[in-house]
Nanobody
């Protein structure tokens, strides 16, 4: 079992920035594709961004392209989500996830992820 711990959420005005972090202690972090998903009240969980295990490939939802950047530090066992130009519609609980079987691919379907964090709240005020 892999424990994922998110941090960095909070309340920010529209146009502001936040950086989320997800720590995954253990020796196997570098073998996982890592992803960020979010869920707003009354809505289904949706894909936000993902990064391959070697960081060579990334993928983004259309709604966040050009505003969000996913990155990772394998020596630190941490994945990041830099969120700029935040909008009220970005308000959601953000979840970090790890996929152990993707090889070097980038995975965008939440169905394929094996481990999940507890989530961190991001609230963007208008």
């Amino acid at each position: 079992q892999v424990q994922l711990v998110e941090s960095g959420g909070g309340l920010v005005p529209a146009g502001g920035s936040l950086r989320l972090s997800c720590a995954a202690p253990g020796p196997t972090f570098s073998s996982y594709c890592m992803g960020w998903f979010r869920q707003a009240p009354g809505k289904e969980r949706e894909f936000v961004a993902a990064i391959s295990r070697n960081a060579y490939s990334t993928a983004y939802a259309d709604s966040v392209k050009g505003r969000f950047t996913i990155s990772r530090s394998n020596p630190k066992n941490t994945v990041y989500l830099q969120m700029n130009s935040l909008k009220p519609e970005d308000t959601a609980v953000y979840f970090c996830a790890a996929d152990r079987s993707s090889g070097i691919a980038v995975i965008t379907s939440d169905y394929d992820y094996d481990y999940w964090g507890q989530g961190t709240q991001v609230t963007v005020s208008s």
